[in-house]
């Protein structure tokens, strides 16, 4: 196996990152503002900190 391959992600993230890269640079700016707007919903929708496990807050 390559260092690519072992490191791809499962999640298709790749294959959305090359399917932007083909398109026109016009279409590209689009596509990356909504890639970006789902990856930010995901990561907030997580859970979050707690304050009292934050590091540097003891």
Do not use: C
Request: overall charge negative; cysteine-free.
């Amino acid at each position: 196996m390559s260092e690519e391959t072992t490191n791809a992600p499962t999640d298709g993230l790749w294959s959305r990152l090359r399917l932007i890269e083909g398109q026109p640079l016009a279409a590209r700016a689009g596509a990356y503002s909504g890639l970006h707007d789902e990856l930010s919903r995901r990561l907030d929708s997580g859970t979050k900190l707690d304050q009292r496990d934050a590091p540097g807050t003891r």
